[in-house]
C-alpha cells in the first residue's frame, strides 16, 4: 500500500502546485518518484510543461527540437559505457545512489553487465541530452539494434589499451547503416601500459574499420576524445593527468553538443480532416516504440521517440503497424500518463514534441516496432530491421519424477504465455510454438537465452530445456551455417592448447600476435562455427586457468565446415531412484568426476558425473551399505570425497548432448536423459541422427 499512497500524495500535491502558480510561467519544477530510493523529491534541473488550458496545444510548452540531443554510448563489452553513464548523470547534478545506477535489472547487478538498453534524459548548458545506454555483448546485439532509430549520434567508447573489438565492430556498423556520425572516446587512458603512440595507433585503427564498414566522408570525419571514466574525467586532447578543475565531463558534453545534430521535426506539423462539415486542425503524432515494460499501476508502458506533432495526456491515440496486406489497426485509446526519465528518476510530464524520447501508458496491444499515432493516421512507420537469430532451443514441460517440488507454474501454457510475452519485449527473441506443449526459442547465443531461463527460473518456473542447435541455411543447393568472430587473449603459455581446443571446433586463424602494452600476452583471432563455440567458454577457462578474455561476435553465413572432433567423454546415468549417498559415490569416484554430493536426490535417467571414457555408464548412486547383526572388529571406514563439480545453468547449457535435457526448477539444475528409461535409450541411438 505505501506505493500508490506515496503516489496519490505526489500527484495530489503536484495538482495543488500547478493550481497555485502564476499563469505567466511555462515551466515548473514537478515531483518525481525517485527509482533508487522510492521517495517522492524535487527534481531541480527539470521541467515540465503548464497544463494550463489556455496553452494546452502551445508548442511553447515542450522542448524545443534544436536544443535536444539524442545519443547512444555504444562499445565493445567492459570498455567502461556504463561506468561512463554514472559520470555524465553525476556531472549534470543526478543523484546517483550507487555505481552502475543504471543496471536496473538484478541479473545486470549480479553479473556485472548491461543485458537491456536504458534511456534516461540529463540537462547541460540550456540543452537536453537523451542518453541510451546499450548491452556489450554480442548475445544482446539487438538491444543496440532496436536503439538506433531513436538517436542522431553515438558515442563510441573503446578501450585505449584493448583498441577496437568484435563487438566494437558489430556495434559501429550498426551506426554507421543509420547514418548516424559517431565521436571516438578512447577510455582508460589512466593505465600505466596506455601511451600517447598506443592512442594514435588505437586512432588508426578505428579509422580503418570506419573505412572497411563503408563510412561517409562525412562520418569519417569524427572528434576524438581520450577519458578515464573511472576517475571521472574526458578531454580533448591527450593527457594522463588533467588539472584539477578540468577533471570533469564538460569536454565530452561539449563535443556531443557541437557534434551530434539535434533531430529534424516540426512542432507545428498539422493536418487537416473533415468532421461534421467543419474543418479542425489538429496537430500530428507519429510515435514508434522502441521499448515495452509493464507497471502493477499503469499497465504496459511504451517508449519511443515522437517523429512529429506533440503528445498531450487525453489525447485520442491508436497503435498501428504495417503488414503484407498494407496498415492494420491494433488498438485505439487515451493517453493516461507521459513519463520522461531524468536522471534516475521518472518525471511525470503533461505534453512532448517532436524529437523527444519519452514513455507513455493507456494502450495495452502495441508492442516494439508499432507506430502510435492521431485516431485517423493510419501511416505506419518503418519496422526496425534485426539481423536473424543463430541459434535455438527447445523449452518445454518438467516430466521428471521430481517435477512439481519447487515451482509455481508447470504447465506448457504458462510457459508459452511466459515466453510469447518475452518476444513481445525482445525483437531479437522468436518463439515457435511446437509439439506436445514445447516451444522453440530462437536467440543470438547460449547467454541470451541463459538470461531468460535464470529469469523464468527465479520467477518460479519449471521446465525442461533442450541443448542449443545452430540454425543451418540451405541457398543454392548449399548448406551454410553461422560463422563468428573470435578474439582471444591468453597468456603464452596456454597458446598450444587453446590453438587445439580450436581447431577440434573448426576454427581458422586470422591473425596472431603480441598484446600491445602486456609482456608475455598473445592475442589470437580467428572465425569460427557457432556449434564449435557451444560450451566452449567453461572449457577455456579451465584450460587458461581464469586469465584469458574471449570475445566472440557474429560475423556471417558461411558453407558448412565439416564435423566436429571429439569434445566430450561420455556421462554416468542413475539407474535408481531415491537419496544419494556417500557409501555409493565412494565407489563411483573412479569413474569420473561426479556432479552430485551425499544428500541429493536422483532418478532414473539423471546424469550425476561425467565418464572418464567416450560412453555413457549406468550406475547406482542410491546404493546404502547393508546392515547385519554380526559385530566387526574394526571401525567403518571414513568416506572421504572430492568436492564435486557443481554446473551454473550457462555451464549445463554448454555441456548437454543432443540426447540429453536440462531440468531447471526454482531451487536445483539437473542434467538428465531425454529418455528417462535405459531400453528406450538404447532403442532411440540404433535409430540414424539427422
Not at 335 to 340: A, E, F, P, S
Not at 637 to 663: C, F, H, Q, W
Request: with cysteine; net charge neutral; proline share 5%.
Amino acid at each position: 500500500m505505501v506505493g500508490p499512497l506515496l503516489r496519490s500524495l505526489c500527484s495530489a500535491a503536484a495538482r495543488k502546485s500547478l493550481s497555485s502558480s502564476s499563469a505567466s510561467a511555462n515551466y515548473r519544477k514537478p515531483y518525481v518518484f525517485s527509482l533508487a530510493s522510492g521517495l517522492a523529491r524535487p527534481f531541480s534541473s527539470s521541467t515540465a510543461a503548464s497544463t494550463s488550458p489556455s496553452t494546452a496545444n502551445d508548442p511553447a510548452t515542450v522542448v524545443d527540437p534544436s536544443r535536444l540531443r539524442n545519443v547512444a554510448v555504444i562499445a565493445h563489452v567492459d570498455h567502461g559505457k556504463t561506468t561512463l553513464m554514472d559520470r555524465l548523470l553525476r556531472q549534470c547534478g543526478a543523484d546517483i545512489p550507487h555505481e552502475r545506477a543504471l543496471d536496473s535489472i538484478s541479473l545486470e547487478r549480479e553479473r556485472g553487465i548491461t543485458i537491456s538498453s536504458k534511456v534516461t534524459s540529463i540537462s547541460w548548458k540550456e540543452n537536453e541530452l537523451n542518453m541510451v545506454d546499450t548491452p556489450g555483448h554480442a548475445d544482446f546485439g539487438g538491444e543496440v539494434e532496436r536503439v538506433m532509430g531513436m538517436v542522431e549520434g553515438a558515442v563510441l567508447v573503446v578501450d585505449a589499451g584493448e583498441g577496437p573489438l568484435a563487438q566494437t565492430k558489430f556495434v559501429l556498423a550498426k551506426a554507421l547503416k543509420y547514418g548516424i556520425r559517431p565521436l571516438l572516446l578512447l577510455n582508460k587512458v589512466d593505465r600505466p601500459s596506455v601511451t600517447e603512440e598506443r592512442c594514435s595507433e588505437v586512432e588508426s585503427l578505428v579509422f580503418d574499420l570506419f573505412d572497411n564498414l563503408g563510412a561517409t566522408e562525412e562520418q569519417l570525419e569524427f572528434p576524438v576524445l581520450y577519458a578515464s571514466a573511472k576517475e571521472g574525467w574526458a578531454s580533448s586532447t591527450y593527457t594522463k593527468n588533467p588539472p584539477e578543475d578540468a577533471r570533469n565531463m564538460s569536454d565530452l558534453l561539449n563535443a556531443i553538443i557541437s557534434h551530434v545534430r539535434p533531430p529534424t521535426a516540426t512542432l507545428d506539423a498539422p493536418f487537416q480532416m473533415l468532421v461534421s462539415a467543419e474543418i479542425l486542425q489538429v496537430y500530428f503524432i507519429s510515435f514508434q516504440v522502441s521499448m515495452m515494460e509493464k507497471d502493477n499501476y499503469v499497465g504496459r508502458i511504451l517508449t519511443g521517440r515522437i517523429y512529429s506533432g506533440i503528445l498531450q495526456v487525453g489525447d485520442r491515440v491508436h497503435g498501428i503497424h504495417a503488414t503484407d496486406s498494407g496498415t492494420a489497426k491494433t488498438e485505439e485509446g487515451k493517453v493516461v500518463k507521459l513519463m520522461k526519465k531524468k536522471g534516475t528518476s521518472i518525471v511525470s510530464v503533461d505534453s512532448a514534441g517532436a524529437g523527444d524520447i519519452v514513455s507513455m501508458a493507456g494502450l495495452t496491444s502495441p508492442v516494439i516496432g508499432h507506430t502510435i499515432a492521431n485516431v485517423g493516421v493510419m501511416t505506419a512507420l518503418p519496422t526496425v530491421d534485426l539481423d536473424p537469430p543463430t541459434i535455438s532451443m527447445t523449452f518445454g514441460v518438467n516430466d521428471s519424477p521430481l517435477a512439481g517440488r519447487d515451482g509455481t507454474f508447470l504447465t506448457g501454457k504458462q510457459i508459452g504465455d511466459r515466453l510469447m510475452a518475452e518476444s513481445e519485449r525482445n525483437l531479437a527473441l522468436n518463439v515457435l510454438p511446437g509439439l506436445s506443449d514445447s516451444y522453440e526459442v530462437q536467440g543470438r547465443g547460449e547467454l541470451q537465452l541463459g538470461i531468460l531461463i535464470e529469469n523464468m527460473r527465479r520467477e518460479k518456473f519449471e521446465l525442461s530445456v533442450s541443448p542449443p542447435k545452430v540454425m543451418y541455411k540451405i541457398e543454392k543447393g548449399q548448406k551454410l551455417e553461422p560463422i563468428e568472430e573470435v578474439t582471444v587473449e591468453v597468456n603464452e603459455e596456454h597458446v598450444g592448447l587453446v590453438m587445439e581446443a580450436l581447431s577440434h571446433r573448426r576454427g581458422e586463424i586470422t591473425d596472431m600476435g603480441p598484446v600491445p602494452g602486456s609482456v608475455g600476452r598473445t592475442r589470437v583471432c580467428l572465425t569460427c562455427p557457432s556449434r564449435g563455440l557451444v560450451g566452449y567458454r567453461s572449457v577455456f577457462n579451465s584450460d587458461t586457468r581464469g586469465t584469458g578474455f574471449m570475445h566472440r561476435a557474429f560475423l556471417s553465413y558461411e558453407k558448412y565446415r565439416g564435423p566436429l572432433g571429439n569434445v566430450r567423454k561420455g556421462v554416468l546415468v542413475s539407474m535408481g531412484y531415491g537419496t544419494i549417498t556417500a557409501y555409493a559415490l565412494m565407489s563411483l569416484e573412479p569413474r569420473g568426476i561426479l556432479f552430485v554430493k551425499p544428500g541429493m536426490e536422483a532418478y532414473d535417467g539423471m546424469i550425476i558425473g561425467e565418464h572418464s571414457r567416450d560412453t555413457d555408464l549406468d550406475v547406482n548412486p542410491v546404493r546404502s551399505k547393508e546392515l547385519t547383526n554380526i559385530r566387526a572388529a574394526s571401525k567403518d571406514e571414513n568416506v572421504k570425497l572430492t568436492p564435486p563439480r557443481l554446473m551454473s545453468l550457462e555451464e549445463a547449457i554448454g555441456y548437454v548432448a543432443s540426447d540429453e535435457l536440462i531440468e531447471v526448477t526454482p531451487n536445483a539444475i539437473r542434467l538428465r536423459k531425454r529418455y528417462l528409461d535405459v531400453n528406450k535409450r538404447k532403442t532411440m541411438s540404433k535409430r540414424p541422427k539427422d
